[in-house]
């Protein structure tokens, strides 16, 4: 995804005990937030009755297969780097009998291997913070979709393009993650860029500021044991830690999840 950031036969990001405790707290095969609800606000107004839909990072594989099971589209290609949720994707899509209309695929960093004018819909969810080059994943979701195809997705992004504040370099370090953040401007000068039009960009900061409150309190609180029970108390604990630290720069302002539209001219 993107370009080559080095991460090529890197050890995996996403382990199982990582899956188990987002699954627990976001619902079966989800690993972002908001569940089902946060995907149909992202798909408004969009039709994929009989669409061909790429879902770029598509994680354990929850959202990939509601794509075709609530909302209609025809044949799915989840694509993920990580090779723990590929495998559950995989197992969840053959538990369901989906195996003829998705297929889940582990692709490397860089261009995406698909044909062009591949997709009608180009889809992601709170993956694309993985890619570092935004302008060369642009273009290439451009050539992946047919004319007047269309991106919708959501990622998380940052107020700004400068260096990280102590809080927000604080957050990022307890992650862990090959997080590569960037503000709404340059996401909107990379899809206009990329020969798109329709961009529209939504800040949905103060929704999740709101929700990972709720989220944390429930670490804390009445979901400890049974988050525990999934994915190990150290597993808990230390996102308890990496919580508390994203809250603080949810309520800055610093963190800000947008939604994301654009559409490629017919």
Request: charged share 30%; aromatic share 8%; with cysteine.
């Amino acid at each position: 995804m993107g370009d080559s950031d080095g991460t090529a036969g890197r050890e995996p990001e996403y382990e199982d005990e990582s899956i188990a405790f987002l699954e627990a707290l976001w619902g079966d095969g989800y690993l972002s937030p908001g569940g089902p609800e946060e995907v149909r606000a992202v798909l408004d107004g969009l039709d994929l009755e009989g669409r061909t839909v790429l879902d770029l990072g598509c994680g354990s594989g929850g959202i990939t297969l509601s794509l075709v099971e609530d909302y209609g589209a025809g044949r799915v290609i989840g694509a993920d780097v990580e090779e723990p949720v590929i495998r559950h994707a995989s197992e969840r899509a053959r538990a369901r009998g989906l195996d003829d209309c998705v297929e889940f695929v582990q692709i490397e960093p860089g261009p995406l291997p698909f044909p062009d004018a591949a997709f009608d819909v180009f889809f992601s969810k709170d993956a694309m913070i993985h890619v570092p080059d935004k302008e060369a994943l642009f273009a290439d979701a451009f050539r992946l979709l047919v004319p007047g195809g269309w991106l919708a997705a959501s990622d998380w992004l940052t107020s700004h393009d400068d260096e990280p504040s102590a809080a927000m370099r604080h957050y990022l370090d307890l992650e862990g993650l090959s997080f590569n953040m960037a503000s709404p401007q340059r996401y909107r000068r990379a899809l206009e860029r990329a020969g798109f039009t329709d961009v529209s960009l939504h800040n949905r900061n103060p929704w999740y500021r709101g929700r990972a409150r709720e989220e944390l309190d429930a670490m804390r609180g009445p979901q400890y044991d049974r988050l525990c029970a999934a994915a190990g108390r150290d597993t808990v604990d230390h996102n308890i830690g990496t919580w508390g630290a994203m809250v603080e720069v949810l309520e800055s302002g610093e963190h800000c999840p947008h939604h994301l539209r654009a559409r490629k001219p017919a």
